[in-house]
């Protein structure tokens, strides 16, 4: 061994052992901010992220039992669905409920995975879980058949319009009886009449809360990387918001707080924002001058 | 014969990793390709500028990026839905492209009377333009 190569070699152990021991200081101290109100930093967002994904795509190997396009199977993956998923995930303009907010990472819209996942890597998410994240394995609790099901469902989710969906689940036998085939929107928190204008700190806060950056991308929020709704970046200086209403902070408050009065049609669910929370998101949203993407 | 001094290298998986973590970080999910069946991109792409499409979007490849009447038509090929009410799937694409407000009475989009075949050509280059 040259001396060079001790050099380095000692040098590298030494900087090892720096390392272990900041690190082991750091968690001793409390540092990470672990506050599930709190997105990850920018950093470690990226970095789960990439490993989850490499985790999943290394594991997932099962093959479909057959056709997941049968409707029968779609139906059967619906139902599942409904029981299971729907309270975390939402679907075509159903709002997940309360508890779903407050996770972090957020439960994904799941359109994303539905049309660009193979079926191997959903059937291995449901199956198995991902730890930390609140998704739970279902491995134990559903049959291998019911699971494929459900992916069947995920895969034909993003060609159901927020109409489609709803007249699917109604057709569902047992809804007649069950309280709601589409649960109602999460109630909106005691609302007493707004007290202060919007605060652009408060509404990009507020937009973590309210599973935003689970369907939009929009600039300067970490993880809003999804394509469900349009960017929002620009969203200041667009003239129509949802394509419908002319842009102003009245109308964005407006829209925010009940799409469906906007525009029936709306896949944008109404998430329950007090008009305060509606106000800071507002004014987060008119500080988004830049149309991106470019 | 002594063996010369040579630099220690990394480890192969170094240089993999590293670039894993790196591509990590740019994060954007990859391009899913959507294919529209009888559409052509090149003749979508004059269309939309016969059209005036540009004049209310900022579309991907085309002069005049930064319109903002409606929204950026970025990274379509990834679109949960269309106009915020339909599936994203390249018939309902056309669908919405010949008659918008026949697909929702309250939209901004006017109907341009654009034909079926002008409709597929549009969609097709929309959806290859991934960003």
């Known amino acids: 061994m040259t001396l060079r190569l001790r050099t380095l070699v000692l040098g590298f152990v030494a900087m090892l052992l720096a390392g272990v021991v900041g690190g082991a200081v750091l968690v001793y101290m409390g540092f990470y901010d672990i506050s599930a109100m709190r997105q990850h930093t920018k950093p470690v967002f990226h970095l789960l992220d990439f490993a989850m994904a490499r985790a999943i795509d290394v594991r997932a190997d099962a093959v479909p039992p057959g056709d997941l396009g049968e409707e029968r199977r779609v139906r059967a993956g619906l139902a599942q669905f409904q029981r ?3 309270q975390c995930h939402g679907a075509p303009g159903v709002a997940p409920e309360a508890l779903a907010f407050g996770l972090t990472p957020a439960p994904a819209n799941l359109l994303h995975a539905g049309r660009t996942w193979p079926p191997s890597e959903i059937q291995w998410v449901v199956a198995n879980g991902v730890k930390m994240t609140g998704m739970p394995g279902w491995g134990w609790r559903l049959s291998e058949e019911e699971i494929w099901d459900l992916v069947a469902f995920v895969q034909a989710m993003p060609r159901l319009s927020p109409r489609a969906y709803a007249e699917l689940a109604g057709s569902l036998p047992g809804t007649a009886q069950a309280a709601a085939p589409v649960p109602a929107p999460p109630q909106p928190a005691p609302d007493g009449p707004a007290t202060r204008p919007g605060r652009v ?10 599973l935003c ?7 300067g929020v970490v993880g809003a990387n999804q394509h469900v709704g349009p960017p929002l970046g620009g969203i200041a200086g667009r003239a129509y918001i949802g394509g419908v209403l002319p842009n102003s902070p009245e109308n964005m408050v407006r829209f925010l707080r009940d799409p469906q009065a906007v525009d ?31 | 014969m002594p063996l010369p001094a040579r630099r220690p290298s990394l480890p192969r998986p170094f240089p993999v990793l590293l670039l894993a973590l790196l591509a990590a970080g740019c994060g954007s999910p990859e391009p899913h390709p959507v294919h529209v069946a009888g559409g052509d991109a090149q003749r979508g792409r004059e269309l939309i500028e016969r059209y005036g499409c540009v004049a209310c979007h900022s579309i991907p490849g085309l ?3 930064g319109a903002n009447v409606g929204p950026p038509l970025v990274s379509l090929s990834q679109r949960g839905y269309l106009a915020g009410v339909l599936p994203n799937t390249p018939e309902d694409m056309v669908r919405w492209l010949r008659d918008p407000p ?5 939209t901004a989009m006017p109907n341009l009377g654009v034909s079926q075949d002008e409709a597929l050509d549009i969609a097709a280059y929309l959806y290859s333009q991934h960003r």
């Open chain 1, 201 to 210: 700190d408060a509404g990009r806060f507020a937009t973590q809360q309210y």
């Open chain 2, 63 to 65: 002069a005049s990026y």
């Open chain 1, 264 to 294: 029936p049609l709306s896949a944008m669910p109404a998430l329950g924002l007090t008009e305060q929370d509606a106000r800071d998101i507002a004014a987060f949203l008119f500080t988004l001058d830049k149309v991106e993407g470019k």
């Open chain 2, 102 to 106: 026949g697909v929702d009475p309250r």
């Open chain 1, 213 to 219: 950056a689970t369907c939009h991308v929009i600039p």
């Open chain 1, 84 to 86: 299971h998923c729907l």
